[in-house]
C-alpha cells in the first residue's frame, strides 16, 4: 500500500514506550488471553489450538471440511451441518 509507512508505527511504539515485537513476534502459551480472543468467527480456540498441535506434531492438518467434519465451529453460522 502506497501510504503504509511502517515507521510511523515503529515511532509510535517507541514513543508509548512499548515493545512492538512483544506483541506480534513471540510464541504464546495456548492458555494466553490474546487481544483477539474477544472476536468471534465461529471457529472455537480450541479447534484452532488442536489445529496448531496436529500440524506441530504430525506435520498435517485435518481434511477440508467439504471431505469431512473437523468440528470447528463454523457450523453455527449455517444452522448445523456445513456440506452435506
Given at each position: 500500500?502506497?501510504?503504509?509507512?511502517?515507521?510511523?508505527?515503529?515511532?509510535?511504539?517507541?514513543?508509548?514506550?512499548?515493545?512492538?515485537?512483544?506483541?506480534?513476534?513471540?510464541?504464546?502459551?495456548?492458555?494466553e488471553i490474546t487481544p483477539w480472543d474477544h472476536l468471534?468467527?465461529?471457529v472455537s480456540k480450541n479447534f484452532l489450538i488442536r489445529?496448531?498441535?496436529?500440524?506441530?506434531?504430525?506435520?498435517?492438518?485435518?481434511?477440508?471440511?467439504?471431505?469431512?467434519?473437523?468440528?470447528?465451529?463454523?457450523?453455527?453460522?449455517?444452522?448445523?451441518?456445513?456440506?452435506?
Open positions: 500500500d502506497e501510504y503504509f509507512d511502517p515507521q510511523r508505527w515503529y515511532d509510535s511504539f517507541a514513543k508509548a514506550g512499548l515493545d512492538g515485537a512483544f506483541y506480534a513476534n513471540r510464541l504464546r502459551p495456548y492458555e468471534d468467527f465461529c489445529e496448531n498441535k496436529i500440524a506441530k506434531e504430525e506435520n498435517r492438518t485435518t481434511p477440508h471440511c467439504r471431505q469431512q467434519c473437523s468440528g470447528c465451529g463454523a457450523n453455527k453460522l449455517v444452522g448445523g451441518v456445513c456440506f452435506a
